[in-house]
DNA sequence: ATAATTATACCTATCGATAGATAGACGCAG
DNA sequence: CTGCGTCTATCTATCGATAGGTATAATTAT
């Protein structure tokens, strides 16, 4: 992945916050890099080529962001707090939210790109959840890190929608409640 | 609201579902009703007028929906089924949780209508869990109309992408078991 | 009661803008 | 001199929107 294919990939990803798969173009993004539209087909043949390594990279960068150190202690509330950093920073919604509200418009391999995001997220949340909440069943453990994970894309999707970082924030107070 | 006005907003609504406001074109919806699109144009100027009549139709279904009989005994059980419904009716997400999706690309006065039917559904929420949970503080209430709204919109939003409906079942029981 | 007017609901045709995608040429670096 | 990265130029398709016309029904005025 040379540096151009990076860059178009950055500009998608910052335009999906703003409104999704459909609301990047080929043209908007070369013309924000200066360059021609039949050059970013040139590194992505197809805007589904685009979509899928756009979706890759945006699952490797969150797992890697969640092994951070500060995890250790409470990786839950690490993990929620990876949602409100997000919200702050980019003052959007998460791009997988976004994508799979879309679901029924977008190319089916998008959409397992999208599905593998949700699946490691999940998997990751059941593992901090056997970490933080050691008395929990197995399957309280599977059926939190489901619940939770819906309830922080909600909350991340509807605290951006009526610009209300607080409206995340109370989610996140909520489900870290719930783990004592 | 005549006939055919109705009927463009049922298909809007239909298209909305498969992949956000941008999915749907006065053409497409003229095809399936074998008008022409200016004939769309007539009853709705502006894709926009379209969108917000559409938004406060489906808050106005659904809230009639709210006040059937059946959820005097467990208002916030009732909620919960009402969105399994809803995901077992059509196969696809709420509505309201695809739109906000695509905040930064619609026009105003269509997220203030999107706005609308989040605060009147928390509200809703709000009184059904000051009488289904008595003992709850009034901060309690708040924050948990909140989160499980924000709980079920990513839940159906995901259950619809992932095609498993039972992702919403877990959330929903999840929910439930929160409020003894 | 009849004539004139207006409203309704659609039509055809067209606009400018934008979308994704392709073909073929150009310059430049190894 | 080969090939990577970009260019120009163009294609087809679709978008929301508008102008202007038609036929029928309802309303109003004489």
Chains 1, 2 share one sequence.
């Not at 999906?16 to 459909?22: A, K, L, S, V, W």
């Not at 950093?85 to 977008?106: F, N």
């Not at 990751?124 to 489901?146: F, G, H, I, M």
Request: charged share 25%.
């Amino acid at each position: 992945m040379n540096d151009r294919a990076s860059q178009v990939i950055d500009i998608a990803i910052k335009m999906i916050r703003e409104g999704g798969y459909h609301s990047f173009s080929f043209r908007q993004i070369a013309a924000e890099l200066g360059i021609k539209s039949a050059s970013i087909h040139y590194h992505f043949p197809s805007k589904e080529d685009l979509g899928v390594a756009l979706m890759k990279r945006y699952t490797e960068t969150f797992l890697e962001y969640l092994k951070q150190p500060a995890n250790q202690k409470r990786p839950v509330d690490f993990y929620i707090q990876a949602f409100q950093d997000s919200l702050a920073t980019h003052e959007r919604a998460c791009v997988c939210g976004i994508l799979a509200a879309e679901a029924g418009r977008l190319p089916q391999p998008v959409l397992d790109a999208i599905a593998d995001f949700t699946e490691q997220n999940i998997e990751w949340l059941e593992k901090a959840l056997r970490q933080q909440c050691t008395d929990w069943s197995e399957e309280e453990v599977k059926e939190s890190a489901l619940s939770m994970f819906s309830a922080l894309e909600g909350g991340i999707t509807f605290a951006a929608l009526l610009e209300q970082p607080a409206h995340l924030k109370q989610v996140g107070d909520w489900l870290k409640k719930l783990c004592v």
